[in-house]
């Protein structure tokens, strides 16, 4: 069997070494007025740095990841790590969570338990999910693909995970950023096993080829899209085009790591300027820490990398799947207003067979860590009347 159970367990001299490294960090930058302005404020890196140093528990941490039932299964040449909680209900739906870039798995293991048993939360048994929360390849603790297999099929692992591994012929899947290129992906390509696909995003790289026939609200979003790339869009070009330049400095620097990364959720999230208002010191530094004891930063570039090497082969290749199979699949959007970007629905009905749209009134990129409750409402009403189909 290729299933194996996984406990996350980090050895005592790599959490030294980290502690080593942390006291000999060089104090950073004074402010010099800008704050968050030029990426993560020094004053709050500072902070967090000396919390890291003097109070984080990763032990609790791993402890709280353990809670979950961790998994490996060998597929093909990738191994992939995955969470897999079974629903408490009369009969749970399947569904797969793909997360995205800069969080981990962990961007769901607040939804997790609202998903898998909806009655301990106020909800409806009928409600329930098997939960499946793989970590993308190349990410936390699934090996990265082999060279000729990137972001493009991580659908077709997904597939094989839930259709082969665990036995699931029938199964929704929900993601966002990185997630839900490959939630869409999985709906073009197996199209027979998706009973739905639930998506806080229109994947990004639709937005590459610009129609001729846009609607006034498209050409909307297309100008914030515009101003998105010239302001906030470095990031994807660095990691796209050098991902080596940056990654091979971060992946030797904890707190340059913390530095690239918090600064993310900042600007991405809802939290009016202050970070905390959205998330704790510890969760930044969970997150962080996932992608220093597994040295995966480098390998989490790469789909980006992998997109902005595309050749034109491939998009063909993708649009071909496009016609092939968007149409088919059931697809909900829970867009909320703090995120990205904000298509409009006239956007979204190109690319997918949109049977409900709803845009929250709060919560931005990291929807799962930002807005659990809501998103779980949204998810279990998109879901509803597809469960039958499985």
């Not at 299964?73 to 990738?78: F, R, V, Y």
Request: proline share 7%; net charge negative.
């Amino acid at each position: 069997m290729s299933i194996q159970p996984f406990e996350v367990s980090v050895s005592s001299a790599a959490l030294d070494d980290l502690h080593d490294r942390l006291l000999g960090t060089r104090t950073p930058l004074e402010e010099d007025g800008v704050g968050w302005d030029a990426g993560t404020s020094p004053a709050y890196l500072r902070q967090l740095i000396e919390h890291w140093r003097t109070q984080y528990d990763w032990r609790a941490a791993e402890a709280h990841i353990n809670r979950f039932a961790n998994f490996l299964a060998t597929i093909d040449e990738t191994t992939v790590h995955f969470i897999h909680e079974r629903g408490r209900g009369p009969s749970p739906l399947p569904l797969v969570l793909t997360h995205g870039f800069p969080d981990s798995f962990l961007r769901f293991a607040d939804l997790i338990p609202l998903l898998s048993d909806p009655t301990a939360h106020g909800a409806d048994a009928r409600d329930a999910f098997d939960v499946v929360v793989p970590s993308l390849p190349g990410f936390a603790f699934s090996e990265g693909p082999p060279k000729q297999t990137g972001i493009f099929h991580a659908g077709d692992l997904w597939h094989r995970l839930m259709a082969e591994e665990l036995g699931y012929s029938r199964f929704g899947a929900h993601g966002g950023d990185w997630g839900s290129t490959v939630t869409e992906h999985l709906a073009r390509s197996h199209a027979a096993s998706l009973v739905g696909i639930h998506l806080t995003d229109v994947p990004f790289w639709h937005a590459f080829q610009r129609p001729g026939d846009l609607r006034p609200a498209e050409e909307r979003y297309f100008a914030t899209q515009e101003q998105f790339l010239l302001k906030e869009g470095a990031y994807a070009m660095i990691q796209g085009t050098r991902p080596h330049a940056l990654a091979d400095g971060l992946n030797d620097s904890p707190p340059g790591l913390a530095a690239w990364m918090v600064d993310f959720f900042q600007r991405w999230s809802d939290c009016d300027g202050d970070i905390e208002k959205r998330f704790t010191k510890d969760e930044l530094l969970t997150n962080v820490m996932i992608y220093w004891i597994t040295g995966t930063i480098g390998s989490s570039f790469m789909p980006y990398y992998d997109l902005t090497n595309a050749g034109p082969a491939r998009w063909i290749l993708e649009k071909v799947k496009e016609w092939i199979g968007s149409s088919e699949v059931p697809a909900g959007f829970a867009l909320f207003p703090k995120d990205l970007s904000s298509p409009p629905r006239q956007w979204a009905e190109r690319f997918f067979n949109v049977e409900r749209w709803t845009e929250l009134p709060r919560g931005g990129h990291f929807a799962a860590l930002e807005e659990p409750e809501l998103l779980a409402r949204e998810i279990r009403a998109f879901f509803r009347p597809h469960r039958l189909e499985h």
